[in-house]
């Protein structure tokens, strides 16, 4: 059964920062690996989708990787804005045909 | 494009009643999927439609929950009776391209609170 797992649950940094957050999961046979980013009272937000073949994905200020081998996902955050504050979740689609998500990483960034 | 929409945003019911939870995925999308959230459990998957077609609800909880999805652009997912721990916001989410190829875009949720 696959688990997904975020590293840390919550993460509080000043404004300005470079940031990784961390995913790892235990089953590497997956299809692809997506990071979102939700807001309180809101419903999920796509922010990259890193197929299995890919090893990064980046969309302005964020980059994230996957190293299948390892199990692992990192999504860094360059310059890091009181804007960005926000749960951030990944999820990766397994052979079941089914998205498993982490428990998500709560991000404060202060002014 | 106007998104997911999902209705209602909020419903509050008393512990028995029948609930009904709508969707309308975006236009074009072949996959639809019925998300619950809660604190302790977090996100789960309960039913995944293909072409209209349900192809995995192993996550639905029990026989109290269903989904029908009659046409591409809309589906439902009723429960009846409801009991007090089904409170939890729930989501629905679509995708193009079949299971795990397109990105999940997401409804922002109907938060159900059962009394």
């Known amino acids: 059964k696959q688990e997904v797992t975020q590293i840390p649950a919550a993460l509080s940094v000043p404004e300005g920062e470079n940031l990784v957050l961390n995913c790892s999961f235990t089953?590497?046979?997956?299809?692809?690996l997506q990071w979102f980013r939700q807001d309180p009272g809101k419903g999920l937000t796509s922010l990259l989708l890193i197929q299995s073949s890919q090893r990064e994905q980046t969309s302005g200020r964020l980059n994230a990787s996957l190293d299948k081998s390892s199990g692992r996902s990192t999504l860094y955050i360059a310059a890091s804005q009181p804007g960005d504050s926000a749960t951030y979740l990944c999820a990766v689609y397994q052979g079941a045909q089914k998205l498993v998500f982490g428990q998500g990483t709560r991000l404060t960034i202060n002014p | 494009d106007a998104g997911v929409i999902q209705s209602p945003r909020h419903e509050v019911t008393e512990m028995g009643q029948e609930v009904t939870l709508r969707c309308k995925p975006i236009s074009g999308h072949n996959s639809l999927f019925w998300y619950r959230q809660t604190m302790m459990r977090g996100l789960e998957l309960l039913i995944y439609f293909n072409n209209n077609v349900p192809i995995d609800d192993s996550g639905m909880p029990e026989d109290r929950f269903s989904a029908k999805m009659p046409n591409a652009s809309f589906s439902t997912l009723k429960i009846q009776p409801s009991e007090p721990r089904d409170s939890a916001v729930y989501f629905c989410a679509s995708s193009s391209g079949g299971q795990g190829v397109g990105p999940l875009h997401f409804g922002n949720g109907t938060r159900l609170t059962v009394t």
């Open positions: 089953d590497s046979a997956i299809y692809n």
